[in-house]
């Protein structure tokens, strides 16, 4: 597999794409079979991905808005970037998966129904980059359909789309189209493997909820009281401050995680409604048992570290052609600067490899032996060999 990789900060959306494009044909000496694209919710994605297509007319393209950008030592809020793929050892497809909400499972199955290894036995791996606009919600379902409609030979990785934490509007891209309430996925059939890693850090802060109802987002009681007032509770055994008006400085150290396996699925809570529910961002399980949960900036920056090793270990002997890497808005927003540090042990352990990747509104992962599903505030990890 050949990769190569850019990033731009040019403000105008074409000269962007002319950007991107020229820089990474010129690395690859070939026009990319494949294009990964993430950018900023400041361009206009429309106008971005003409000028990508202009450019790289047979090239697949799959990628999303995004909320946060980094290429090796590169780090902003602004930025589009994007991994070329060529290669003989690698064959691609894009797939779509139109109106998550309206039924998750019938939109993995018409994602599953354009991917060619379910028929193709000539390349032994099968993985997929998976973006999805996280606003329209069930991602976590989709992620689960997946599985079931590919009978879990494939590994997935990826991300939700994102909008700098707005959660106004988020987009994936496929092709020319830039689609909101949709999945998008870039198939690779492999003759090496890909490797995938994920690790979050955090730990439980509080005795056990049980959740006892939720709709949709919001998650409406715990223990059947208001859900707001565990998280009140634990504010003041803690010695913290929850602003019912404004508590996402709160929520960002204070997420929750849902007991799964032998550790817990984060989500991340976003706001207190009127009758004392909290939105999140992403559902909560009703019945499921969770933890006010907690974290430092050593150990996020050690489970990004934990992450990349996995992914390395994955692809046994073969050496890292290019990483990807994809980690929460609210990580970013928590650890500010420091977020630059998990940015850097990550790049630091790949021998040279480039890493692209972004801040996404959850992340998503499929792997053996991996902690899996759709994921908050969680450090996900894909290298792909060379």
Known sequence: MKTA??????????????RLATEITRVLGERPAALMVFAAPSYDHAALLDELAKHCPDTLVVGSSSAGEFMNHNRGEGLACALGLAGEDVRFSIAVAR?????????????????????????????ALVMADALAGYADVLVDELTLATGGQYQFFGGGAGDNAQFQRTSVFYGREVINGAAVALEMLTEKPIGVGVRHGWAPASAPFRVTETDGMRL????????????????????????????????????????????????????????????????????????IMRVSAASAVEAAQEATQAALAAIGEHKPQAALFF??????????EQFGEEVATVRDQLAGADLLGCNTHGQIARAEGQFEGFHNCTAVVAVLPA
Do not use: W
């Open 220 to 291: 409406v009681s715990l223990n059947g009281l208001p859900a707001v007032e565990a998280f009140e509770a634990h504010a003041r055994t803690t010695g913290q401050t929850l602003d019912r008006a404004a508590p996402l400085a709160f929520f960002l150290h204070n997420i929750l995680g849902i007991e799964a396996e032998d550790q817990q699925r984060l989500r991340v809570p976003l706001a207190v409604l009127p009758d004392g529910s909290v939105l999140c961002a992403a559902e909560v399980p009703q019945g499921s048992v969770v933890y």
């Open 5 to 18: 990789a850019s990033s731009t900060d040019l403000a105008d959306a074409r000269e962007a794409g002319r």
């Open 99 to 127: 109106d998550i909400k309206d039924d998750a499972a019938a939109a993995a199955r018409q994602m599953v129904s354009s991917f060619k290894g379910l028929s193709d036995y000539a390349f032994p791996y099968r993985s």
């Open 327 to 336: 980690d929460c808005v609210a990580t970013r927003l928590r650890m500010g």
